[in-house]
């Protein structure tokens, strides 16, 4: 074989390698075998060729970092049965080229940080995010370096970090709707809608669909359930309004793009913190309610932050009066109402917040 032919082959399997590794993480001995035809121990060489490469990259004085840290990347080698298999690591160094090492117990909460999002995600029974999920979960699980003071943990896992889900939706049908709508998102294209809300349905009928261009912004994740919030586009006055994902019948990304509006113009922490749920709309009052005299329902009702302007008057005849701002809308009355006979009075009347529907 010529020079150039060898050249070539090496710069091909380096590439297949190197792809591979970035993708996965991990690739098989075997693989490289299969794939692109070269003997065990030209493996070996081209993979410490590829660590001679990472470390050079690291040395370089002319690459400027913000960040206080960098990271030594390496490709080590792992036995696995009768086979063996390349693995891409990432290890942390300070300024001094320290190695920052995770201990156990430091291992231990990122893996239930993992695990406690996989579990919520999971919940919603959707392909796409449960996927993603689990391949970053077994990428790190197989990073790990105290495999064998972890494993007790790993097998008591589910037990351990249990998410116990609200009336969960069933979004498996809704995978390519939930994917265009990311994809919407992460790369400012507005998208063409069929949508089917609650609120158009009139006595008698089963369901209304109207199509719409929307400008989206934000998945949120409420009561085990998946909300856009986004601006609908060729209305009079366009705001941001709250879509429920499965009420979609059709998502497709439009080649129009638009411009992601900045943190002062719209950020969803301080929208839904204005109201109870996600639904927004409805004309903002001030609403008051008078809570009946039970120090326990005070301290459950003081703990949580229901409304961004909430605020409690200890009564002197021991009750509790909430006042807050919100718009008034269906989940602002059912969220009163579930209180039952504990409120004892609201203003404005439940009978007068139903009539401005």
Same mark, same amino acid.
């Given at each position: 074989?010529?020079?150039?032919?060898?050249?070539?082959?090496?710069?091909?399997?380096?590439?297949?390698?190197?792809?591979?590794?970035?993708?996965?993480?991990?690739?098989?001995?075997?693989?490289?075998?299969?794939?692109?035809?070269?003997?065990?121990?030209?493996?070996?060489?081209?993979?410490?060729?590829?660590? $001679? =490469?990472?470390?050079?990259?690291?040395?370089? *004085? /002319?690459?400027?970092?913000?960040?206080?840290?960098?990271? @030594? +990347?390496? %490709?080590?080698?792992?036995?696995?049965?009768?086979?063996?298999?390349?693995?891409?690591?990432?290890?942390?160094?300070?300024?001094?080229?320290?190695?920052?090492?995770?201990?156990?117990?430091?291992?231990?909460?990122?893996?239930?940080?993992?695990?406690?999002?996989?579990?919520?995600?999971?919940?919603?029974?959707?392909?796409?995010?449960?996927?993603?999920?689990?391949?970053?979960?077994?990428?790190?699980?197989?990073?790990?370096?105290?495999?064998?003071?972890?494993?007790?943990?790993?097998?008591?896992?589910?037990? $351990? =970090?249990?998410?116990?889900?609200?009336?969960? *939706? /069933?979004?498996?049908?809704?995978?390519?709707?939930?994917? @265009? +709508?990311? %994809?919407?998102?992460?790369?400012?294209?507005?998208?063409?809608?069929?949508?089917?809300?609650?609120?158009?349905?009139?006595?008698?009928?089963?369901?209304?669909?109207?199509?719409?261009?929307?400008?989206?912004?934000?998945?949120?994740?409420?009561?085990?359930?998946?909300?856009?919030?986004?601006?609908?586009?060729?209305?009079?006055?366009?705001?941001?309004?709250?879509?429920?994902?499965?009420?979609?019948?059709?998502?497709?990304?439009?080649?129009?793009?638009?411009?992601?509006?900045?943190?002062?113009?719209?950020?969803?922490?301080?929208?839904?913190?204005?109201?109870?749920?996600?639904?927004?709309?409805?004309?903002?009052?001030?609403?008051? +309610?008078?809570?009946?005299?039970?120090?326990?329902?005070?301290?459950?009702?003081?703990?949580?932050?229901?409304?961004?302007?909430?605020?409690?008057?200890?009564?002197?005849?021991?009750?509790?009066?909430?006042?807050?701002?919100?718009?008034?809308?269906?989940?602002?009355?059912?969220?009163?109402?579930?209180?039952?006979?504990?409120?004892?009075?609201?203003?404005?009347?439940?009978?007068?917040?139903?009539?401005?529907?």
């Amino acid at each position: 074989m010529e020079e150039k032919e060898v050249k070539q082959k090496k710069s091909l399997a380096l590439a297949y390698i190197l792809y591979k590794l970035l993708i996965n993480y991990e690739i098989e001995e075997s693989e490289i075998v299969d794939e692109i035809g070269v003997k065990k121990r030209t493996i070996k060489k081209y993979i410490n060729d590829l660590n $001679i =490469f990472f470390k050079s990259i690291i040395k370089r *004085k /002319d690459v400027e970092t913000t960040d206080d840290n960098q990271y @030594n +990347i390496s %490709i080590r080698s792992q036995r696995e049965g009768f086979g063996k298999k390349y693995i891409l690591y990432f290890i942390e160094q300070d300024k001094e080229g320290n190695y920052k090492k995770m201990d156990a117990l430091e291992q231990m909460d990122a893996i239930a940080t993992l695990a406690l999002a996989k579990s919520i995600l999971k919940s919603i029974r959707n392909e796409h995010l449960t996927r993603e999920t689990e391949h970053i979960f077994n990428m790190f699980k197989k990073s790990l370096t105290y495999k064998d003071s972890v494993r007790s943990f790993f097998l008591n896992l589910d037990r $351990i =970090f249990y998410y116990h889900p609200y009336a969960p *939706k /069933d979004y498996s049908k809704h995978t390519e709707i939930l994917k @265009n +709508i990311l %994809i919407g998102i992460y790369n400012k294209k507005v998208l063409k809608c069929e949508y089917s809300p609650v609120y158009m349905l009139k006595k008698g009928e089963r369901e209304v669909v109207y199509t719409t261009c929307i400008e989206p912004y934000s998945v949120v994740f409420h009561l085990n359930a998946l909300y856009l919030i986004g601006k609908e586009r060729g209305t009079e006055n366009p705001r941001e309004k709250t879509y429920a994902i499965d009420r979609f019948k059709k998502v497709e990304v439009s080649g129009e793009t638009f411009n992601y509006p900045s943190e002062g113009e719209y950020n969803p922490a301080n929208l839904c913190l204005t109201y109870i749920g996600v639904i927004s709309g409805g004309e903002i009052k001030k609403i008051c +309610i008078r809570f009946c005299n039970d120090s326990k329902l005070h301290k459950i009702l003081k703990e949580r932050h229901w409304f961004k302007s909430q605020k409690f008057t200890q009564e002197d005849d021991g009750t509790l009066t909430m006042s807050f701002m919100s718009p008034v809308n269906i989940e602002l009355i059912r969220w009163i109402q579930s209180f039952g006979d504990d409120v004892i009075g609201v203003e404005p009347p439940i009978s007068e917040l139903k009539k401005s529907l």
